[in-house]
């Protein structure tokens, strides 16, 4: 424990990237149940000094003794980072709480969302914790309230996945496109056109200005994506349902910031839209905004820099009364990546603070 008023100490590491700015100011405005903050980033960040808590706190590298007196340790790296790192923490005494994809699907390590599956934390045989996945977090929410009162069976979803999922590369080339198209108002007239005015591609296999591209993630088997299966098991994992049905069709579209996802969801029992909005309306961490009659529903410049995941186009399916229509969008670097690790961050402080 920190010596600061006996409350648990905590390391953010990956502090200077893009998730580690957002959690700064996380930690900077939710309740405050942390003694020491220490900041760590790789070696070329060291001595950099960044403001948290209102104060300003010295960056230090990476390195094991670095954790030397951490409970817990937040980590927003790369995967490969993570996998390093991760145990290195775990093995000195922390509990790490990890939002790389290094560790969601192993048995040993619980896969968390404190608004679905709180008590998965308890069991972490490795010290270690994950977080899901960006585009599972923007949906899981408001999924996971249906599930608990009407029963998942199955669930078909389609990703409408912003910029910044991509990582700060992702947020430049946009930028970067949107500028090279601005004021042509002739392209688009001729196959090829975008595809020569906006020149690098970046990250993304395709022009992402002025388009719409069906894929995210990496090459998996049968023509599948990386971030579709990553929705399919990581949903299975948070509900606890390992046989859920669930397939995905990943689309990254031209938003800076704010994942959204078309839902068609199946349960054990019927459901009326109003029932829906009933338990959608009592669940923590979701919003809904649904009034057809004034085109009221989320989009992701309303929903950007907010926490909760917001839902509207709430409907009964017109051929299954036991299935629900809703669109879900939720800030990709707050509740899908920065906002669900602090929180799972601070369920441990909870319980660190708890013991004798």
């Not at 960044?50 to 104060?55: A, Q, W």
Request: with cysteine; proline share 7%.
């Amino acid at each position: 424990m920190s010596e600061v008023a006996g409350r648990p100490s905590l390391a953010v590491v990956g502090a200077t990237g893009a998730v580690g700015t957002v959690m700064l100011d996380l930690l900077s405005t939710r309740e405050d149940v942390w003694g020491e903050i220490r900041l760590i980033a790789s070696p070329r960040s060291a001595g950099r000094r960044l403001t948290v808590r209102g104060g300003e706190t010295e960056v230090v590298a990476l390195a094991e003794d670095a954790f030397d007196g951490i409970d817990v340790a937040m980590f927003d790296v790369p995967d490969e980072v993570s996998a390093q790192w991760a145990p290195v923490a775990a093995a000195r005494g922390a509990v790490a709480v990890d939002n790389s994809g290094a560790f969601r699907m192993d048995p040993e390590v619980p896969l968390v969302v404190p608004e679905v599956n709180p008590d998965h934390l308890a069991r972490r045989p490795k010290g270690i914790v994950a977080n899901p996945n960006c585009t599972t977090l923007s949906m899981i929410v408001a999924v996971g309230a249906l599930h608990r009162v009407f029963g998942l069976e199955e669930m078909v979803v389609a990703s409408y996945q912003a910029a910044s999922g991509a990582g700060q590369a992702g947020i430049d080339t946009l930028y970067a496109q949107l500028d090279k198209v601005a004021g042509t108002r002739s392209l688009g007239q001729r196959a090829g056109d975008v595809r020569a005015a906006v020149g690098d591609l970046g990250p993304f296999p395709a022009p992402l200005a002025m388009n719409v591209v069906p894929w995210a993630g990496s090459l998996k088997a049968d023509g599948w994506s990386s971030e579709e299966l990553k929705i399919r098991n990581e949903s299975r994992k948070i509900l606890g349902l390992p046989g859920l049905k669930v397939s995905a069709t990943c689309v990254r579209v031209p938003v800076v910031t704010t994942h959204s996802v078309a839902v068609h969801a199946t349960f054990a029992q019927p459901v009326s839209r109003e029932e829906a909005w009933r338990v959608l309306r009592m669940a923590p961490g979701v919003v809904v905004a649904d009034n057809p009659a004034a085109f009221e529903f989320p989009t992701p410049v309303d929903v950007v820099g907010t926490d909760p995941s917001w839902v509207g186009r709430v409907r009964q399916s017109l051929d299954d009364p036991r299935t629900i229509e809703l669109f879900v969008c939720g800030d990709n670097l707050r509740k899908g990546a920065a906002l669900n690790t602090a929180q799972i961050a601070e369920l441990v402080a909870a319980e660190l603070g708890a013991r004798p």
